[in-house]
């Protein structure tokens, strides 16, 4: 079965980081590109990060600078290394994949919660 | 502000048909594939639609999508209680060089 598993998130004071987790079961991540998805509070979807197959990275702009996707091959996860955290970043992340030379994601995992305050 | 851009809800009767639109631009709607996602309260994203107007395995075929320049549609078929739930279309912008969702559109089965 293919599934999605993120863990990390968690309460984190402004300026703070987190580290996100993606654990991924029944495919190869290597072989895909991988999404990181968020939704504030009440919000609709914002598309956050992408690490295509080839290694290549893109970022929202929003988070450019600050926000770091990587993959273990090892562990089949993928990271979201969040730096310089701010009050507009608390949202569920949601981890997704899109097949190589494909724009859909499928599937999700269940997310996670990062909450920014003091 | 969305790039894209939906109604924020519409509603319908059991069994009666509804539509949900989305419009774009060139950058993205008008030049890439339009995918549809519900979100179930409380729940992850799954996705509808894909490639604008095909079904994933599983989907009832009450769903389905289309396209026509810079805008497309979501339409769903003898409405059910179970198809409440929030509606995002997205599609991969060649300006912005990533993926970008409509606001959400709320869909409420009266």
């Known amino acids: 079965e293919v599934q999605l598993v993120e863990s990390g998130g968690g309460l984190v004071q402004p300026g703070g980081s987190l580290r996100l987790s993606c654990a991924a079961s029944?495919?190869?991540?290597?072989?895909?590109?991988m999404n990181w998805v968020r939704q504030a509070p009440g919000k609709g979807l914002q598309w956050v990060s992408v690490?295509?197959?080839?290694?290549?990275?893109d970022y929202t702009d929003s988070v450019k600078g600050r926000f770091t996707i990587s993959r273990d091959n090892s562990k089949n996860t993928v990271y979201l290394q969040m730096n310089s955290l701010r009050a507009e970043d608390t949202a569920v992340y949601y981890c997704?994949?899109?097949?190589?030379?494909?724009?859909?994601?499928?599937?999700w995992g269940q997310g996670t919660l990062v909450t920014v305050s003091s | 502000q969305s790039v894209l851009t939906q109604p924020p809800s519409v509603s319908g009767a059991p069994r009666q048909r509804v539509t949900i639109s989305c419009s774009g631009s060139s950058s993205n709607i008008g030049n890439n594939a339009v995918n549809w996602y519900q979100q179930l309260p409380g729940k992850a994203p799954k996705l509808l639609i894909y490639?604008?107007?095909l079904l994933p395995s599983g989907i009832s075929d009450r769903f389905s999508g289309s396209k026509s320049g810079t805008s497309a549609s979501l339409a769903i078929s003898g409405l059910q209680s179970e198809d409440e739930a929030d509606y995002y279309c997205a599609a991969w912008d060649d300006s912005l060089r990533g993926w970008v969702f409509g606001g959400g559109t709320k869909l409420t089965v009266l």
């Open positions: 029944g495919f190869t991540v290597t072989d895909n590109y």
């Open positions: 490639y604008d107007d």
């Open positions: 997704a994949r899109t097949m190589v030379q494909t724009s859909w994601f499928d599937p």
């Open positions: 690490l295509y197959s080839g290694g290549n990275t």
